[in-house]
């Protein structure tokens, strides 16, 4: 089958493909089975980082790749895979298009696979700096590509060159042929008639194509004495370049390599004297919660911690990682960014302790201006008229908090016996455990509801898409109805989805202008 041929049947193939599919989907369009796009999804396909959900923006691996990302995960890859990119496009699209051939139709069939995977990869990989995964298979497949074009380059300069020093050895030494007397040596021209030059040849059988004009003119341009020069000042850069560069990478990938294979829970460090220590305060504080609390204790923390809790404390946690249910994080976010009384009359009725991230770096100070803007996404009130929380921090780079966080709860169970002046009320929040360098610090709540955790944990209380189906979604025990009752759920949805009210477009028009002025930090 010739490449005319498959792609008439392809083109047959997809046609009717997308006529059934355009008829699916206008039949289950009305039912409204096709859902919103998420922001999630919108992320990957519009140009500016906010989404508008201040949940997505505060996940770090939500945000574009930036070029030292693909650099650090990447390294010489980066220069090599736009090379065998190019070599792989050349092979599978432009030389078939001018010049098809039956006998080497499928060999471009994994080039266009190569080229289609590289193009979705690289798109997706500049939305999302978790995506970079994608990269990794077709970087390495398009450097391999790149790596033989140089190894057949360099083969095509060292066979020429040595066919040159044969030819003049070969004729500064002629062979001498002994001929007799009164007999001329017969020529060929004699005995046939002039051989068919490949010119000739092509003329002949019409298939003077512009393929073949052009690879003839490439022919001349290359038979230039200049561009012989060149070729070989080209094929001794790149055999200095790998002398001097797969060493390089060779050790650099080692080190990604153990770097990337460490434990995240616990790391080397040095102190202020020099001394090499290893941190282990967050398995230290996962496994107190496991040897220490009830086996039905609950564990209120930041979702960031959720699976670890649940993993390696064997606790129960009140959000993880599958962070669908904005509403449910808000009300996370409002506990810890309340004031401690105002708090722990929420917490008594979800938790039995408070977990969270101390020491600096990415705690949770640091991530507390996400807390308060999730939060007030969906209850309004904690920083009315200011979709950001600006209030909702610190004057300066010395931490001195604003008037908000200092009365939060969560500055106060992070400041506490470390900044003077701070205290924790030991009748609603008592301290259980500090991790051996300060990293992690665990309160208890003090006057839990039992009656609330007994509604929480009945079955019967539980609603389950089916009888004895292991779906069940969470219920919130009647305490709570009242502050539930001023939720605002968030529409994480676009124009061309769905109609905000009035409300919701100025939330999200001022989200995003505060969130340009300030550059997006938090």
Same mark, same amino acid.
């Given at each position: /089958?010739?490449?005319?041929?498959? #792609?008439?049947?392809?083109?047959?193939?997809?046609?009717?493909?997308?006529?059934?599919?355009?008829?699916?989907?206008?039949?289950?369009?009305?039912?409204?089975?096709?859902?919103? &796009?998420?922001?999630?999804?919108?992320? &990957?396909?519009?140009?500016?980082?906010?989404?508008?959900?201040?949940?997505?923006?505060?996940?770090?691996?939500?945000?574009?790749?930036?070029?030292?990302?693909?650099?650090?995960?990447?390294?010489?890859?980066?220069?090599?895979?736009?090379?065998?990119?190019?070599?792989?496009?050349?092979?599978?699209?432009?030389?078939?298009?001018?010049?098809?051939?039956?006998? %080497?139709?499928?060999?471009?069939?994994?080039?266009?696979?190569?080229? %289609?995977?590289?193009?979705?990869?690289?798109?997706?990989?500049?939305?999302?700096?978790?995506?970079?995964?994608?990269?990794?298979?077709?970087?390495?497949?398009?450097?391999?590509?790149?790596?033989?074009?140089?190894?057949?380059?360099?083969?095509?300069?060292?066979?020429?060159?040595?066919?040159?020093?044969?030819?003049?050895?070969?004729?500064?030494?002629?062979?001498?042929?002994?001929?007799?007397?009164?007999?001329?040596?017969?020529?060929?021209?004699?005995?046939?008639?002039?051989? %068919?030059?490949?010119?000739?040849?092509?003329?002949?059988?019409?298939?003077?194509?512009?393929?073949?004009?052009?690879?003839?003119?490439?022919?001349? #341009?290359?038979?230039?004495?200049?561009?012989?020069?060149?070729?070989?000042?080209?094929?001794?850069?790149?055999?200095?370049?790998?002398?001097?560069?797969?060493?390089?990478?060779?050790?650099?990938?080692?080190?990604?390599?153990?770097?990337?294979?460490?434990?995240?829970?616990?790391?080397?460090?040095?102190?202020?004297?020099?001394?090499?220590? /290893?941190?282990?305060?967050?398995?230290?504080?996962?496994?107190?919660?496991?040897?220490?609390?009830?086996?039905?204790?609950?564990? /209120?923390?930041?979702?960031?911690?959720?699976?670890?809790?649940?993993?390696?404390?064997?606790?129960?946690?009140?959000?993880?990682?599958?962070?669908?249910?904005?509403?449910?994080?808000?009300?996370?976010?409002?506990?810890?960014?309340?004031?401690?009384?105002?708090?722990?009359?929420?917490?008594?009725?979800?938790?039995?302790?408070?977990?969270?991230?101390?020491?600096?770096?990415?705690?949770?100070?640091?991530?507390?201006?996400?807390?308060?803007?999730?939060?007030?996404?969906?209850?309004?009130?904690?920083?009315?008229?200011?979709?950001?929380?600006?209030?909702?921090?610190?004057?300066?780079?010395?931490?001195?908090?604003?008037?908000?966080?200092?009365?939060? &709860?969560?500055?106060? &169970?992070?400041?506490?016996?470390?900044?003077?002046?701070?205290?924790?009320?030991?009748?609603?929040?008592?301290?259980? #455990?500090?991790?051996?360098?300060?990293?992690?610090?665990?309160?208890?709540?003090?006057?839990?509801?039992?009656?609330?955790?007994?509604?929480?944990?009945?079955?019967?209380?539980?609603?389950?898409?089916?009888?004895?189906?292991?779906?069940?979604?969470?219920?919130?025990?009647?305490?709570?109805?009242?502050?539930?009752?001023?939720?605002?759920?968030?529409?994480?949805?676009?124009?061309?989805?769905?109609?905000?009210?009035?409300?919701?477009?100025?939330?999200?028009?001022?989200?995003?202008?505060? /969130?340009?002025? %300030?550059?997006?930090?938090?």
């Amino acid at each position: /089958m010739t490449a005319g041929q498959r #792609f008439k049947v392809r083109s047959q193939v997809f046609a009717a493909a997308a006529v059934v599919a355009s008829v699916v989907v206008a039949m289950l369009w009305p039912t409204g089975y096709f859902g919103p &796009l998420s922001s999630r999804v919108r992320g &990957l396909f519009v140009t500016h980082t906010r989404t508008g959900n201040p949940l997505v923006d505060s996940v770090a691996e939500h945000q574009p790749a930036s070029p030292q990302a693909f650099w650090q995960f990447l390294h010489y890859a980066c220069h090599t895979s736009p090379v065998g990119f190019v070599v792989a496009l050349y092979t599978s699209v432009i030389k078939p298009f001018f010049k098809p051939k039956k006998d %080497t139709d499928a060999s471009t069939d994994p080039m266009v696979f190569i080229v %289609t995977y590289a193009i979705v990869a690289y798109h997706f990989s500049t939305k999302m700096n978790r995506l970079m995964l994608l990269m990794g298979p077709i970087s390495s497949a398009l450097s391999g590509i790149a790596i033989a074009a140089m190894i057949d380059f360099l083969w095509c300069e060292v066979s020429e060159l040595l066919a040159s020093f044969s030819k003049e050895a070969s004729v500064e030494d002629p062979p001498t042929v002994a001929t007799p007397k009164g007999k001329k040596a017969k020529s060929d021209s004699g005995k046939s008639s002039k051989k %068919t030059t490949p010119a000739t040849k092509s003329t002949v059988s019409g298939s003077n194509t512009i393929t073949d004009m052009i690879e003839s003119k490439w022919a001349e #341009f290359n038979s230039l004495t200049v561009v012989k020069i060149i070729r070989k000042l080209v094929a001794l850069a790149i055999v200095y370049l790998a002398v001097v560069d797969i060493p390089e990478f060779y050790t650099y990938s080692n080190q990604m390599g153990h770097h990337l294979s460490n434990p995240s829970l616990m790391f080397q460090a040095r102190l202020g004297d020099g001394t090499v220590i /290893m941190v282990d305060d967050y398995r230290e504080a996962y496994w107190w919660l496991r040897d220490k609390t009830p086996e039905d204790a609950r564990i /209120m923390a930041w979702w960031d911690y959720g699976y670890q809790i649940t993993g390696i404390g064997n606790r129960t946690t009140i959000a993880d990682g599958n962070t669908w249910n904005h509403e449910h994080i808000a009300l996370l976010g409002r506990c810890l960014t309340s004031p401690e009384k105002r708090a722990h009359n929420i917490i008594k009725h979800l938790a039995d302790y408070v977990l969270i991230w101390a020491g600096g770096g990415g705690d949770d100070l640091a991530k507390s201006p996400h807390m308060a803007r999730i939060g007030n996404s969906v209850f309004p009130d904690i920083c009315p008229g200011d979709p950001t929380c600006q209030q909702f921090g610190f004057y300066n780079r010395q931490m001195d908090p604003t008037p908000m966080m200092a009365e939060s &709860l969560l500055y106060k &169970l992070h400041r506490y016996r470390e900044k003077p002046g701070v205290t924790v009320n030991q009748n609603l929040f008592k301290e259980r #455990f500090i991790s051996k360098y300060g990293k992690v610090r665990i309160y208890e709540v003090v006057g839990v509801s039992q009656a609330s955790k007994n509604y929480t944990s009945d079955p019967a209380n539980r609603i389950c898409d089916a009888p004895g189906s292991w779906y069940c979604k969470g219920v919130y025990p009647p305490a709570l109805n009242k502050l539930l009752a001023k939720r605002k759920n968030f529409q994480q949805l676009e124009d061309f989805n769905a109609k905000k009210d009035d409300d919701g477009q100025k939330y999200h028009e001022e989200y995003m202008k505060k /969130m340009r002025n %300030t550059g997006g930090r938090g």
